[in-house]
């Protein structure tokens, strides 16, 4: 394993490189291509499809431009009056509280199921999404 | 209602379905609704490939007259999962001060077994001392004989010295707490995300999981819906016996708000540099 690469190469940002960089697009207007070290499809995936629920988003998608760089580009496009980096920003915040959230009420779930056990309530039929009627 | 409490009544629920915590399996199944494949894709991922735990990773061999080859005992020893409820104290060796490793960073494990008896010596995890109150391999109670590492004759004998450290499964699946992450969402594929192959009948050829219950069968006469999204994923966790599988999720989730966060911090910063270029300030949006 002489050749092999260290094991840290895909977790350590490398001395005097940011993780994150942002590039403005200089041909099509509001759009700006971000670059992040270190970081793969768990959050490339969740950053797009969040922004893509943002109706000021016009465009917004990830790739992983080689499988053995440990990194990924997200490019966005926004309406005019906002600008990428905004939408992100605020888009991020979303998905911490949205994460919070789910931290929040499963340990809630665990409390309460080690204060009444053996009353774990098991739902039937959640909530379905709306069904549309034809 | 203030934010927090809105986002508690309209975003993403839990329902835990069963926690079973016996010597054969500890898992935690639980429903996640109201939120996005994406949002649990990524916890899946985290879970199996970002929370933490103790392995061994360098072996030094004193003696090995086993019939196994060294590499062979090195790689079987990395994958014996260690009780790593005690990880959050241990730091990664590449943040620690040290040179190579030390008691901050490391766990030391010793295997000495030699085969005296007539009958074949089976070296197992039992065998493995750790020099570590906790963090030792992982054993079912006072039954549990332990995983088979090699076998002896007599005569045969392996000595060894182990180094454990701390890491993820990003780096080697021998971190990973997970033994499997069950994920799945819309039983009767409604969403028709998967084609499935039929010689005769749907029905009797693919049968609806057991989080079929979950949600109502498809009508035989329903329209597609082409906008429905998934809103429910059915998980369960089961772990190798390194983390409890409750703790795997919840420190599954600190770990994915932590990486927000610092992509939240980081996006500060560029937001402040280019703050200086000056930029026409934003009006009501959001
Ligand atoms: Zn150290």
Same mark, same amino acid.
């Given at each position: 394993?002489?050749?092999?690469?260290?094991?840290?190469?895909?977790?350590?940002?490398?001395?005097?490189?940011?993780k994150?960089?942002?590039?403005?697009?200089?041909?099509?207007?509001?759009?700006?291509?971000?670059?992040?070290?270190?970081?793969?499809?768990?959050?490339?995936?969740?950053?797009?499809?969040?922004?893509?629920?943002?109706?000021?988003?016009?465009?917004?998608?990830?790739?992983?431009?080689?499988?053995?760089?440990?990194?990924?580009?997200?490019?966005?496009?926004?309406?005019?009056?906002?600008?990428?980096?905004?939408?992100?920003?605020?888009?991020?915040?979303?998905?911490?509280?949205?994460?919070?959230?789910?931290?929040?009420?499963?340990?809630?779930a665990?409390t309460?199921?080690?204060?009444?056990?053996?009353?774990?309530?098991?739902?039937?039929?959640?909530?379905?999404?709306?069904?549309?009627?034809? | 209602?203030?934010?927090?409490?809105?986002?508690?009544?309209?975003?993403?629920?839990?329902?835990?379905?069963?926690?079973k915590?016996?010597?054969?399996t500890?898992?935690?199944?639980?429903?996640?609704?109201?939120?996005?494949?994406?949002?649990? &894709?990524?916890?899946?991922?985290?879970?199996?490939?970002?929370?933490?735990?103790?392995?061994? %990773?360098?072996v $030094?061999?004193?003696?090995?007259?086993?019939?196994?080859?060294?590499?062979?005992?090195?790689?079987?020893?990395?994958?014996?999962?260690? &009780?790593?409820?005690q990880?959050?104290?241990?730091? =990664?060796?590449? $943040?620690?001060?040290?040179?190579?490793?030390?008691?901050?960073?490391?766990?030391?494990?010793?295997?000495?077994?030699?085969?005296?008896?007539?009958?074949?010596?089976?070296?197992?995890?039992? %065998?493995?001392?750790?020099?570590?109150?906790?963090?030792?391999?992982?054993?079912?109670?006072?039954?549990?004989?332990?995983?088979?590492?090699?076998?002896?004759?007599?005569g045969?004998?392996?000595?060894?010295?182990?180094?454990? /450290? !701390?890491?993820?499964? /990003?780096?080697?699946? !021998?971190?990973s707490?997970?033994?499997?992450?069950?994920?799945?969402y819309?039983?009767?594929?409604?969403?028709?995300?998967?084609? =499935?192959?039929?010689?005769?009948d749907? !029905?009797?050829?693919?049968?609806?999981?057991? &989080?079929?219950?979950?949600?109502?069968?498809?009508?035989?006469?329903?329209?597609?819906?082409?906008?429905? /999204?998934?809103?429910a994923?059915?998980?369960?966790?089961?772990?190798?016996?390194?983390?409890?599988? !409750?703790?795997?999720?919840?420190?599954?989730?600190?770990?994915?708000?932590?990486k927000?966060?610092?992509?939240?911090?980081?996006?500060?910063?560029?937001?402040?540099?280019?703050?200086?270029?000056?930029?026409?300030?934003?009006?009501?949006?959001?």
């Amino acid at each position: 394993m002489a050749n092999a690469p260290p094991t840290w190469e895909l977790l350590l940002v490398p001395e005097g490189m940011k993780k994150i960089t942002m590039e403005m697009d200089t041909k099509i207007p509001n759009a700006a291509t971000f670059t992040v070290l270190k970081e793969d499809h768990t959050l490339g995936n969740l950053l797009r499809m969040q922004l893509l629920k943002n109706p000021k988003v016009i465009f917004a998608g990830y790739k992983m431009p080689h499988p053995l760089e440990h990194q990924f580009v997200l490019k966005i496009q926004t309406t005019p009056d906002t600008s990428p980096l905004d939408v992100l920003q605020h888009e991020i915040a979303n998905l911490i509280q949205e994460v919070g959230t789910i931290k929040l009420k499963f340990e809630n779930a665990l409390t309460s199921r080690t204060l009444n056990p053996g009353e774990a309530p098991i739902p039937m039929h959640l909530p379905m999404r709306e069904r549309r009627d034809f | 209602m203030d934010a927090t409490a809105f986002a508690q009544e309209t975003g993403p629920t839990i329902t835990l379905l069963e926690v079973k915590d016996s010597p054969e399996t500890r898992s935690v199944s639980f429903i996640l609704s109201k939120t996005d494949l994406a949002t649990a &894709n990524a916890l899946r991922r985290v879970m199996i490939a970002e929370v933490p735990t103790m392995a061994i %990773d360098l072996v $030094e061999f004193e003696s090995n007259t086993s019939v196994l080859t060294d590499e062979f005992l090195a790689h079987r020893l990395g994958l014996i999962p260690l &009780n790593s409820e005690q990880v959050g104290t241990i730091t =990664y060796t590449r $943040e620690c001060s040290c040179q190579q490793y030390c008691p901050q960073c490391s766990v030391e494990l010793h295997l000495n077994v030699r085969c005296t008896e007539d009958h074949t010596r089976e070296v197992t995890t039992r %065998d493995l001392v750790s020099s570590h109150t906790s963090i030792a391999p992982v054993l079912n109670g006072p039954n549990d004989r332990g995983i088979l590492i090699a076998k002896l004759r007599k005569g045969q004998e392996i000595n060894l010295r182990c180094i454990a /450290k !701390k890491g993820t499964a /990003k780096e080697h699946a !021998k971190w990973s707490p997970c033994a499997g992450v069950a994920f799945e969402y819309d039983p009767h594929n409604r969403l028709r995300h998967t084609t =499935y192959w039929i010689e005769d009948d749907v !029905k009797s050829e693919w049968p609806v999981s057991a &989080n079929g219950r979950f949600e109502p069968e498809v009508a035989e006469d329903e329209p597609f819906d082409y906008n429905a /999204k998934p809103e429910a994923f059915y998980m369960t966790v089961e772990g190798t016996g390194a983390l409890d599988p !409750k703790e795997i999720v919840t420190t599954g989730l600190r770990i994915l708000q932590a990486k927000l966060s610092l992509v939240q911090l980081l996006l500060k910063e560029i937001a402040e540099e280019r703050g200086a270029v000056a930029r026409p300030p934003m009006n009501g949006f959001h």
